[in-house]
T-cell receptor, first 114, second 114 residues
Framework: DAGVTQSPTHLIKTRGQQVTLRCSPK?????VSWYQQALGQGPQFIFQ???????QRGNFPDRFSGHQFPNYSSELNVNALLLGDSALYLC?????????????FGAGSRLTVL | AQSVTQLGSHVSVSEGALVLLRCNYS??????LFWYVQYPNQGLQLLLK??????LVKGINGFEAEFKKSETSFHLTKPSAHMSDAAEYFC????????????FGTGTRLQVTL
């Protein structure tokens, strides 16, 4: 049973560029959340998608946007990249309505902005 | 709103010694609490969760945690540390409702020495 898969695993961009990160949720999960983990910090919630709509959003600027597709996979887009956007981006999936909605995390996409 | 505080960014124990990682939470609603572990260059793996059932929760790899409402704590313990336990540990909290946003602590790096 495949877990959460993310791509790419590593990427390097320059300031001002745009990036798209992709996530396939665990089989049977319908909800996808994205987190940003800066070096030495805990993950910070960016947003969550359910039924192809953004259900909840953290304290991130509009440069961060996302999408969920009918097959539940998701993309995270970041525009006008800043040096401070360098981080590990984690995707997590869950099944809505199952008690604590436990999140299953992917291995992450490490973004470096030069 | 929910938050967690992890006391001690670094903890070092000898192999075979007791592991104690501290977590205190703040929540305006009955919380769900989680401990995740992160190995280098990997995503987060769920160790255990508290979902308002038994206050003593047993997880994987011999870890357990006790929910103490009076102390607003959810400390993680393991009777005997193993070298393979060396990793970053994150405590996280979420409130009720359909959204499953997790709020993480800043993490505790566990070092295990011979």
């Amino acid at each position: 049973d495949a877990g959460v898969t993310q791509s790419p695993t590593h990427l390097i961009k320059t300031r001002g560029q745009q990036v798209t990160l992709r996530c396939s949720p665990k089989s049977g999960h319908d909800t996808v959340s994205w987190y940003q983990q800066a070096l030495g910090q805990g993950p910070q919630f960016i947003f969550q998608y359910y039924e192809e709509e953004e259900r909840q959003r953290g304290n991130f600027p509009d440069r961060f946007s996302g999408h969920q597709f009918p097959n539940y996979s998701s993309e995270l887009n970041v525009n006008a990249l800043l040096l401070g956007d360098s981080a590990l981006y984690l995707c997590a999936s869950s099944q809505t309505g199952t008690g604590a909605n436990v999140l299953t995390f992917g291995a992450g996409s490490r973004l470096t902005v030069l | 709103a929910q938050s967690v505080t992890q006391l001690g960014s670094h903890v070092s124990v000898s192999e075979g010694a007791l592991v104690l990682l501290r977590c205190n939470y703040s929540s305006s609603v009955p919380p769900y609490l989680f401990w995740y572990v992160q190995y280098p260059n990997q995503g987060l793996q769920l160790l255990l969760k508290y979902t308002s059932a038994a206050t003593l929760v047993k997880g994987i790899n011999g870890f357990e945690a006790e929910f103490k409402k009076s102390e607003t704590s959810f400390h993680l313990t393991k009777p005997s540390a193993h070298m393979s336990d060396a990793a970053e540990y994150f405590c996280a909290v979420r409130g009720g409702g359909t959204a499953s946003k997790l709020t993480f602590g800043t993490g505790t790096r566990l070092q295990v020495t011979l």
